[in-house]
């Protein structure tokens, strides 16, 4: 059972950035899919970015350009650096990994593990 942590966050100025961070509790992070998804209040679940066990990344549309997905495997670490963030940026934020390593995981019903979340709250 892999545990996923997230840590970052918090309340920040529209137009400024800020990092979340979610740290895998194995190694075995390596060659997981890992992706962020994010939920608004009274708004489903949405896929914001995704980085494959070999470092390619996928977008959601909305965060393209913006945010920007990292991984750090000696650390079992993976980031997203959220930068010109936006009031409708604001929400909990959690991170997700996926044992089929080579796809990307942009759909939440194919994650296999999930982490607590964590809050982000844009202001205008």
């Known amino acids: 059972q892999v545990r996923l942590v997230e840590s970052g966050g918090g309340l920040v100025q529209a137009g400024r950035s800020t990092r979340l961070s979610c740290a895998a509790s194995?190694?075995?992070?390596?060659?997981?899919?890992m992706a962020w998804f994010r939920q608004a209040p009274g708004k489903e679940h949405e896929f914001v970015a995704s980085?494959?066990?070999?470092?390619?990344?996928y977008y959601a549309d909305s965060v393209k350009g913006r945010f920007t997905i990292s991984r750090d495997n000696a650390k079992n670490t993976m980031y997203l650096q959220m930068n010109s963030l936006k009031p409708e940026d604001t929400a909990v934020y959690y991170c997700?990994?996926?044992?089929?390593?080579?796809?990307?995981?942009?759909?939440?019903?194919?994650?296999?593990?999930w982490g607590q979340g964590t809050q982000v709250t844009v202001s205008s």
């Open positions: 194995e190694p075995t992070f390596n060659n997981y899919a």
């Open positions: 980085i494959n066990w070999s470092g390619s990344t």
């Open positions: 997700a990994a996926s044992i089929v390593g080579s796809s990307f995981l942009s759909e939440q019903g194919r994650a296999d593990y």
